[in-house]
């Protein structure tokens, strides 16, 4: 699958734990500070992968897709004839139009992550690991400072 109209951005340092198991396209720019905050976001999931015992191996992998309002445009590959690929699609602009702040656009990239890494498709449920890793970054916090509960 070939992923149209990538532009050249700053991007995350990825840990060797994630190499293969990571990738970012970008359609729209990612700025220095929100290609940090996902560089702190995967080494805080390495962390606690690592607290848990999870076997990199078993992870299914994930590209990121950085856009400006949340639209892509996808083509197949001249020989296929079927794809399947896990996406994490951010609209960068929107976190920008609102002002958010660091604490709110990693816990928007953990969210995301998590439920590929832990295999979680309950919202609910994604929220309170993504306060498992979130503490690794703001530790002394509580969940509801991340999240209405």
């Not at 396209?25 to 848990?52: M, P």
């Not at 015992?53 to 992870?59: A, F, I, M, P, Q």
């Not at 002002?99 to 990693?106: D, G, L, R």
Request: aromatic letters at 12%; charged letters at 25%.
């Amino acid at each position: 699958m070939i992923l149209k109209n990538l532009v050249p951005s700053k991007v995350p340092v990825v840990p060797d734990e994630l190499k293969d198991k990571f990738e970012i396209f970008t359609a729209y720019a990612l700025n220095d500070n929100e290609a940090k905050y996902f560089s702190i976001a995967l080494q805080a999931i390495v962390k606690q992968l690592n607290c848990e015992h999870k076997k990199y191996s078993d992870l299914m992998g994930i590209t990121a897709v950085i856009t400006e309002e949340g639209s892509l445009l996808l083509q197949m590959e001249d020989e296929s004839i079927g794809n399947q690929f896990c996406l994490a699609v951010y609209a960068v602009k929107r976190w920008r139009d609102l002002k958010f702040e660091e604490s709110q656009i990693i816990t928007i990239i953990l969210e995301e992550l998590c439920h590929q890494y832990w295999n979680i498709e309950d919202e609910t449920e994604v929220q309170y690991k993504v306060y498992d890793v979130l503490k690794w970054i703001f530790p002394n916090t509580r969940i509801e400072q991340f999240y209405n509960m």
